[in-house]
């Protein structure tokens, strides 16, 4: 019933900027957690950003600086701003959300990915 769509990825020289931007649908009384992961070829999935329902940010120490996660609480939609963009960074992107859909029940969503590649 919950939905999470991801949109923003592409092919982008070293040294550009991405948005990314994972829109939830649905059943949803709040958001606890949102983040953004990534996994890239012979990797393990990783966090990369992750934001509570407070405000609270942490980030990956390899992207801590460039990285930015934001979200639209109205609009239900969280993103990740990516400057400084290095070739390490290419991975298929994953949206995150922990969501509570009753009083005393929440679930983990995921987005479909979407594919960031940084390249000359």
């Known amino acids: 019933q919950v939905q999470l769509v991801e949109s923003g990825g592409g092919l982008v020289q070293p040294g550009g900027s991405l948005r990314l931007s994972c829109a939830a649908s649905g059943s949803i009384l709040s958001i606890n957690f949102r983040g953004w992961y990534r996994q890239a070829p012979g990797k393990e999935r990783e966090l990369v950003a992750g934001?509570?329902?407070?405000?609270?940010?942490n980030y990956a120490d390899s992207v801590k600086g460039r990285f930015t996660i934001s979200r639209d609480n109205a609009k239900n939609t969280c993103y990740l701003q990516m400057n400084s963009l290095k070739p390490e960074d290419t991975a298929v992107y994953y949206c995150n959300a922990n969501i509570r859909n009753a009083r005393y029940s929440s679930h983990d969503y995921w987005g479909q990915g979407t594919q960031v590649t940084v390249s000359s």
């Open positions: 934001i509570i329902s407070g405000g609270s940010t």
